[in-house]
């Protein structure tokens, strides 16, 4: 299949293309040409005004729930869900059923997303079983295809167990994953702990079991002197630990997520079970220190923490309600929608460049020569999700018939086009 993308903008620090309008021709999943015109015939032709292209985006935290709970994802719905946010590539978690915590599991998912429209790269668990208690096979998993390792929803509590891992990785140059949540404390926490919690007579999630944990991440890694990123922060002072962690030359990278940006826990008085994630919205200082902290660089990614529930784990009482959004199809949209003034170029830093550079992945660039992994998308057009728009399975996210600016067009990648 032949692609023209005609007048595009080009937004990609690392192409010498930048910054300009240009038509783009792929042949057999190959940019060959970059020109201010081209008249060559293909199979498809995209010309439409005010369209950008970047290098493909990545996502480093998405659920796709295959094997064991296919009733909420399966890796093509999953697929089909990130393509239609803007990715081509997604990093899967292993808590799935059985856990991804050995090469079998972790070939099943590239086996089974061979024809899919995205690479998918699956998370290897640190531990057996993601239970926390003996290391899982990590370099086995390595050499299969494991992108990273991180127990995902459930996060290594034992320090000693995590300095092990990350001296493990060190070997290899590999990336440990954690979501920093100490679960011994506030253990049966809802929402955040705070005002709002006490108001509305709910058990909260105190800010100190992800700062306290934080920080000891941090030593550990300082200790091995190894990798580690933190995904889903979600608190001023968090920040503040990874600031100064960054400034001592340690190797800590870290990502927020869209709905930490967006919401607050005042947006919780209604008691919408679809604001209910872990870790929770924070305070409205917190949210706009998220907000700040991708301005002035200290955010190195978005991580979407595309986490599909079905009806019943969310449509109940709130005590019982399930934990988590989906994200991958409105993640683009909402950091767009609140950050305007970010440039093209940090922009497709955050969706792109910082992800393949952390975690080792294929480099990629807009020239003549390069692989064709694009991503299509718009920053002035208005994008407004309806339950029957999303292409996950499930559709528990709470910016279903928000107005939000910025849309994504579609993604060529494979050496095919898919839009939306």
Known sequence: MNILL??????????????????????????????????????VVV???????SPGWVDIFSHFCDPGYEFKETLQTGADAAAAGGYTRV????????????????EYAARQSADFPVYIHPIGAI????????????????????????????????????LKALQYVKAFNGVLIQVPVDKSIGASGLINEGIISTRLGLPGMPSIAEESILKRDIDLARYAGSKIH?????????????????????DVTCSVTPYHL??????????DTYLKVNPPVRTKADMLALRDAIIDGTVDCIASHHLPQDWDHKICEFEYASFGMTGLET????????????????????????????FNLPATNISEGAAAE????????????????????????AFTDRELKGKVKGIVNKGKIYTN
């Open 230 to 250: 933190f995904t889903g922060v979600s608190t001023l002072q968090s920040l503040n630990l990874i600031r100064e962690a960054k400034k001592e030359g340690l």
């Open 127 to 162: 531990t057996r079983n993601a239970e926390g208690k003996d290391l899982a096979e990590m370099y086995d998993m390595l050499h299969s295809g494991a992108v990273a390792f991180s127990d995902g929803l459930h996060p290594v509590q034992s320090p000693g167990l995590f």
């Open 262 to 271: 967006f919401f607050c826990d005042e947006d919780l008085q209604s008691y």
């Open 331 to 358: 993640a683009f949209a909402v950091v767009n929608h609140l950050l305007e003034q970010l440039s093209n170029d940090r922009m497709v830093e955050l969706f792109s460049l910082n992800a393949r550079n952390i």
């Open 91 to 106: 990093f899967t978690l292993p808590n799935t059923k059985p856990v991804t915590d050995n090469k079998s599991l972790v």
């Open 47 to 53: 010309d439409e005004p005010g369209l950008s292209v």
């Open 374 to 397: 694009l991503t299509l998308y718009r920053r002035n057009e208005q994008t407004i999700m309806q339950k029957t728009d999303f292409r996950s399975k499930s559709a528990n996210s």
């Open 6 to 43: 005609k007048q595009v903008l080009i937004t990609d620090p690392n192409s010498p293309f930048n910054g300009k309008l240009f038509d783009i021709l792929i042949e057999e999943n190959k940019i060959s040409k970059i020109a201010a015109q081209l008249n060559d015939k293909a199979t």
